[in-house]
Antibody, heavy 125, light 109 residues
Framework: QVQLVESGGGLVKPGGSLRLSCVASGFTFRDYYMIWIRQVPGKGLEWVSYMSHTGGTIYYAASVQGRFTISRDNARNSLYLQMDSLRDDDTAVYYC??????????????????WGRGTLVTVSS | QSVLTQPPSVSGAPGQRVTISCTGSSSNIGAGYDVHWFQQLPGTAPKLLVYGNNYRPSGVPDRFSGSKSGTSASLAITGLQAEDEADYYCQSYDSGAWVFGGGTKLTVL
């Protein structure tokens, strides 16, 4: 079954840390670029961080640059997001998604074609 | 405030046609960047509905279609069904970042 399953969410105090995991199954994980996207409950979507299939290219949204670190272990079919110095406005459901690269070097053509069910991160004192 | 602007809500009766607009600017849709659409059913993750402005992934009914012109894009849904009631998001690219619309809640009357 082709799927992504996130885990690691929970309640954490401001300034704390959390590590999210995303395990892939049913497809060749090492061939795909991946992305983390978050959604404040009841609100819209915001991309967080992106990684190429080899890990050689990484991007972060300005809102998390310097605080979050994306990584992957292709041998374990897993994507990770280390979140440090968490703030109240990081509270959201975090989704990992698979990327179909329609044309390398043209990120507007990247398609987020498979999403996990998400994991809720709540930052509150 | 989202970079791409969508109406907060639209509605239609079963069998009708509805459209959802997505308005951008010269730095995103108007720059020639692709627009993609997602459907999010209540309590579930977003699902890719339309990619590359007007292409449907395998399994998406042809009742759903996308279009793009200038700095705007639209999602059209024909033959509205109760199961189409969901939130819909447009997505594009702008200044080195993927950007989303604020979402539109579709209510089937």
């Amino acid at each position: 079954q082709v799927q992504l399953v996130e885990s690691g969410g929970g309640l954490v105090k401001p300034g704390g840390s959390l590590r999210l995991s995303c395990v892939a199954s049913g497809f060749t994980f090492r061939d795909y670029y991946m992305i983390w996207i978050r959604q404040v409950p009841g609100k819209g979507l915001e991309w967080v961080s992106y990684m190429s299939h080899t890990g050689g290219t990484i991007y972060y949204a300005a809102s998390v640059q310097g605080r979050f670190t994306i990584s992957r272990d292709n041998a374990r079919n897993s994507l990770y997001l280390q979140m440090d110095s968490l703030r109240d406005d990081d509270t959201a459901v975090y989704y990992c998604a698979r990327i179909i690269v329609a044309r390398i070097g043209e990120p507007s053509k990247y398609q987020f074609d498979l999403w996990g069910r998400g994991t809720l991160v709540t930052v509150s004192s | 405030q989202s970079v791409l602007t969508q109406p907060p809500s639209v509605s239609g009766a079963p069998g009708q046609r509805v459209t959802i607009s997505c308005t951008g600017s010269s730095s995103n849709i108007g720059a020639g960047y692709d627009v993609h659409w997602f459907q999010q059913l209540p309590g579930t993750a977003p699902k890719l509905l339309v990619y590359g402005n007007n292409y449907r992934p395998s399994g998406v009914p042809d009742r759903f279609s996308g279009s793009k012109s200038g700095t705007s894009a639209s999602l059209a849904i024909t033959g509205l069904q109760a199961e189409d009631e969901a939130d819909y998001y447009c997505q594009s690219y702008d200044s080195g970042a993927w950007v989303f619309g604020g979402g539109t809640k579709l209510t089937v009357l």
